[in-house]
């Protein structure tokens, strides 16, 4: 099994990234922070406290997480119930970052992302930790980077479009708390992996994003 691993924190871009790559190369596109927010939904519906992390690690070993193929999308199935759209919300996004830090939901999810990617030949990877952690003998790993203040435009431009009108500080404000959670957990933080590519993308297209990324996925793996 071939991976492509992407790492970087909130709005650099990874999501829409990989999911392209993931086509480009005839890859599995496995998105794990879709796999957090699906797990941080299911919590929330049972009414499981963010810090209560003992039946958040049972519901992590209960639920039954999946991808959907859709055309050049994918949906996300939480125990067989379609909830790409309900894994988007601001709040989800909150909820998710603050389930992640424990360490036994961590096992489980990565334990869940190397079943997923083992049943494919190839494997775009993408979330914080998936360079380090999950598959660190990944054959490429990118890190996706941004400023802040890009990465919050992007990202508020990204809820407008679901019909979510957010003021620009406020959407700052959760990107860098989210950053800092992120980066400051002692389980799996976000971080640079050694052998990662850096790609400082501010003031790039997607596109522009994607054929560099694609250039260098085709060197490394050695593919026209
Ligand atoms: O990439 P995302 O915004 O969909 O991820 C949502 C949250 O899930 C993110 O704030 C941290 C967590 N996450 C994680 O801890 N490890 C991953 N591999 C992916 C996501």
């Not at 998105?31 to 929330?44: F, I, K, V, W």
């Not at 039954?64 to 859709?70: G, H, T, Y």
């Not at 790993?141 to 809820?159: F, G, I, M, V």
Request: proline share 4%; with cysteine.
């Amino acid at each position: 099994m071939t991976v492509v691993a992407i790492d970087g924190p909130a709005g650099s871009g990874k999501s829409t990234l990989a999911r392209s790559l993931a086509h480009a190369l005839g890859f599995l596109y496995l998105d794990t922070g879709a796999m957090y927010r699906a797990l941080a939904l299911a919590a929330h519906r049972a009414g499981i406290a963010p810090e209560d992390a003992e039946r958040l690690v049972q519901l992590a070993q209960q639920v039954d997480i999946r991808f959907e193929a859709d055309g050049e999308t994918q949906r996300v199935l939480l125990n067989g119930e379609d909830v790409s759209e309900a894994i988007r919300t601001p709040e989800i996004s909150d909820l998710a970052s603050r389930i992640a830090v424990h360490a036994g939901v961590r096992r489980a999810m990565v334990a869940l992302q190397r079943a997923l990617a083992a049943h494919a030949h190839g494997v775009v990877a993408e979330g914080r930790d998936t360079t380090t952690v999950v598959f660190p003998d990944a054959a490429v790993k990118l890190y996706l980077d941004a400023s802040p203040h890009e990465r919050a435009c992007r990202r508020q431009h990204q809820l407008r479009q679901q019909g979510i009108e957010a003021p620009y500080e406020q959407v700052l404000q959760a990107i860098l708390e989210r950053d800092a959670r992120d980066a400051a957990r002692a389980d799996s933080p976000l971080r640079i992996a050694e052998d990662a590519i850096v790609i400082q993308n501010d003031g790039w297209s997607k596109e522009q994003t994607f054929e560099y990324a694609l250039r260098l996925c085709r060197e490394r793996l050695g593919v026209p």
